[in-house]
């Protein structure tokens, strides 16, 4: 029993107590005090029955019971009629004991049963939860009006919204999105999931859309399920251009054999023309022209063969960052004339890398020079390298023209160029390599503002490079 119960129970016993002293020490013949005592009994009954429930209160009757009815005998004899109410009066009081006792211990325990439901219910929203955000799909419900009811980790961390611009908000303006009211609506009205894909905010994404249905089967609005597609896209981009690379290179490499023994001969044939033509100038400037433009041939050719030739890599242990520091004098002149400033964070902690240094050089190059050749009216190029985990990440970023949209794609296609005297194999044979080192190149850039290249390639740990010997 607590403190409040012993308080009460004290209060109780004292309320029998004195009511039955009062009867006792009243004159039998003050009928009227009698009867308003007698009543007065019910107090501590009641008290007693909401207290300690049924026990307590067919206690308290029984016990007024006791102490009332020695009193009766007092008046045996002589108001015979009353007797008999006077002991139906005591059934009474073990009756209110009773019934209180039993409408209280009814209630207590409805009470205590809804306490559990409550628990049970918590616990299985908590559980619901729990499943929903270790979910990495987006998964938001909205209600019949397209008003947002709630979401999961898993939409706030793919769309990178923020939790309270999400709440209570219409679907259509938080997702930016025109169509996807008409299809929730669709849902709605046709009771059947609808699939679709689509980009949100940037995010290309399928979306499975459920009706959702209260226990009585009305529909309290849809469930939208939101599967990242972009890594999927990436993948599937990844192979195509792969698959490209490779036929273009075989087709390439067939012609450009073809075209070079020709090329040799014309050459020859016109050095000797060379020294025939000594005395004739106009004939003699034709034939640098010729030269020239063979020369100009033959680096084509011979880049294209570079690239296509499945020629064995020379793969060694080299330090990158002072490949890099390399890259900065070579580049330092042609970025001077195009007034281009190069920044370059390159750490202290010497970074490993195994492979072909010259080839990584080739490919660094390529991108460093797109990066010049972006900012016509000078600019900032940034460089730089940063440890993640087993790769190493050369950031380079330009301030310069930057990409549109529909060529981003395109860039890495062979013979994809934008430029008067560009070939289009400059990031072709940089993608080809990275990826030959088991590295990727992704581009980030926004028209006017610049672009981003982010290339990532495997770091040698210092077990490897015990191993390797080099
Ligand atoms: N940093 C950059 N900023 C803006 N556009 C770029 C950048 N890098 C590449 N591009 C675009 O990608 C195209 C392809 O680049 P790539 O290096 O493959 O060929 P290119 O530079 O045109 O010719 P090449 O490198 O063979 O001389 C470029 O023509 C240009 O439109
Ligand atoms: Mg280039």
Redesign the pocket.
């Known amino acids: 029993m607590n403190k409040t119960g012993r308080v009460d129970f004290i209060i109780i016993i004292f309320l029998v107590i004195v009511i039955t002293l009062l009867h006792y020490f009243t004159p039998f013949d003050k009928w009227g005090f009698h009867e308003f005592y007698r009543r007065l009994y019910y107090i501590p009954i009641i008290l007693s029955a909401f207290r300690f429930r049924l026990k307590g209160g067919i206690i308290t009757a029984v016990a007024v019971s006791t102490l009332y009815a020695p009193h009766l005998l007092l008046y045996w004899g002589s108001l015979n009629i009353d007797i008999l109410n006077q002991f139906l009066e005591i059934v009474l009081f073990i009756t209110v004991g009773l019934i209180t006792g039993f409408l209280v211990e009814k209630r207590d325990n409805q009470q205590k049963l809804l306490k559990h439901q409550i628990i049970k219910l918590t616990e299985l929203e908590n559980y619901t939860n729990n499943i929903l955000n270790s979910i990495v799909n987006g998964v938001i419900a909205v209600d019949n009006d397209g008003k947002i009811t709630s979401f999961n980790e898993g939409a706030l961390n793919l769309f990178n919204f923020n939790r309270n611009d999400v709440k209570g908000q219409p679907i259509e303006e938080v997702f930016e999105h025109d169509r996807i009211k008409k299809w929730i609506n669709k849902v709605l009205a046709t009771d059947e999931v609808l699939r679709e894909e689509t980009k949100i905010k940037q995010i290309p994404v399928k979306l499975h859309i459920y009706p959702l249905k209260t226990p009585e089967r009305k529909t309290k609005g849809v469930v939208l399920v939101c599967e990242d597609l972009a890594e999927i896209k990436e993948l599937e981009e990844q192979v195509r251009r792969a698959e490209r690379l490779s036929a273009v290179g075989e087709f390439a490499s067939g012609v450009a054999h073809e075209i070079r023994n020709p090329l040799a001969i014309i050459k020859t044939v016109s050095e000797t023309l060379k020294d025939e033509a000594k005395r004739n100038n106009e004939i003699k400037e034709a034939i640098n022209i010729i030269n020239e433009e063979i020369d100009r041939a033959d680096t084509v050719i011979k880049e294209l063969l570079d690239f296509a030739r499945p020629h064995k890599a020379r793969k060694e242990n080299f330090i990158l960052n002072d490949l890099l520091k390399e890259l900065m004098l070579l580049t330092r002149k042609y970025a001077k004339q195009h007034e281009v400033v190069i920044q370059a964070d390159i750490p202290k902690k010497q970074i490993n890398v195994y492979g072909d240094p010259e080839k990584i050089k080739q490919a660094l190059i390529?991108?460093i020079?797109?990066?010049i050749?972006?900012m016509p009216r000078g600019g900032i190029l940034d460089i730089n390298l940063k440890l993640q985990g087993n790769e190493v990440i050369i950031n380079i970023k330009?301030t310069?023209?930057?990409?549109d949209e529909e060529?981003k794609e395109k860039?890495?296609n062979p013979f994809?160029?934008?430029?008067d005297?560009?070939?289009?194999?400059?990031?072709?044979i940089?993608y080809k390599i990275i990826e030959e080192h088991g590295g990727k190149i992704q581009v980030k850039?926004q028209k006017r503002e610049?672009?981003l290249?982010i290339i990532t390639l495997p770091i040698r740990s210092e077990k490897g490079l015990e191993n390797s010997g080099g």
Do not use: P, R
């Open positions: 390529n991108v020079l797109n990066g050749q972006a330009d310069g023209v930057g990409i060529h860039i890495f994809f160029t934008t430029k005297e560009g070939t289009g194999l400059g990031l072709t940089t850039s610049g672009s290249f």
